[in-house]
């Protein structure tokens, strides 16, 4: 098991454009997160998904931005019409329960010009 | 909702020397986990340590330790015999949400 992987490590976008991250979780968790992280701040929390369910939805997602998790492994997240104030780190992380840590992915840096 | 408050932004400590980085939560939840994770400078993040409420015992892993008080709501992390390594960022948190995080610095 490579651990959770992520794509792209980094994208560059004009303002206005639609970006979609991809989160491939280890294979045997069943709980995918997303959290966004700007600069020395804490990961804001998005949304998460047991199986296909997505569960809860963060406020912060506004209606730009939607995750998918089409059949319980591989999770997107789509921003739609880009802004600069959504340049940020995009991490995921899987777990294979509520009570375990988690394990993170490498993120996916966003630049909006 | 839950709230995670971490008051230090920045902590030194002189190497082998134990430190304490100080998280207070709110929930209203009746059965609850906390986390610890720790984020070096080369951004990814590791998760170090796990507190059930309900555990009658206070969690430890290697150097790492929780000093939980749920009366209080606090779940501290103690770092015993600290290394130049354990420089970095540290977050507490609790169902689904991070604090802000605690910056720490050993030095030589």
């Known amino acids: 098991d490579t651990g959770v992987s992520q794509d792209p490590r980094h994208k560059i976008t004009k303002r206005g454009q639609n970006v979609t991250f991809r989160c491939d979780p280890i294979?045997?968790?069943?709980?995918l997160y997303w959290y966004r992280q700007t600069l020395g701040q804490g990961p804001e929390f998005l949304t998460y998904?047991?199986?296909?369910?997505?569960?809860?939805k963060s406020r912060l997602l506004s209606d730009r931005f939607s995750a998918e998790r089409p059949k319980g492994s591989f999770s997107t997240l789509e921003i739609q019409r880009t802004e600069q104030g959504d340049s940020a780190m995009y991490l995921c992380?899987?777990?294979?329960?509520?009570?375990?840590?988690?394990?993170f992915g490498s993120g996916t840096r966003l630049t909006v010009v | 909702a839950q709230k995670i408050t971490q008051t230090q932004p920045g902590m030194f400590v002189q190497e082998k020397e134990a430190v304490t980085l100080d998280c207070t939560y709110d929930?209203?939840?009746?059965?609850?986990?906390l986390f610890w994770y720790k984020q070096p400078s080369s951004g990814e993040m590791i998760f170090l340590i796990y507190q059930g409420s309900y555990d009658q015992q206070n969690a430890t892993e290697g150097r790492y330790s929780l000093n939980f008080q749920k009366a209080r709501k606090s779940a501290n992390l103690v770092i015993s015999a600290s290394q130049l390594g354990d420089s970095a960022m540290y977050f507490c948190a609790i169902r689904l949400r991070f604090g802000a995080g605690t910056r720490l610095t050993v030095k030589p």
């Open positions: 294979s045997e968790h069943n709980r």
């Open positions: 992380a899987s777990s294979l329960a509520q009570d375990y840590g988690y394990t």
């Open positions: 998904f047991q199986n296909e369910a997505q569960l809860e």
């Open positions: 929930t209203s939840d009746p059965s609850y986990g």
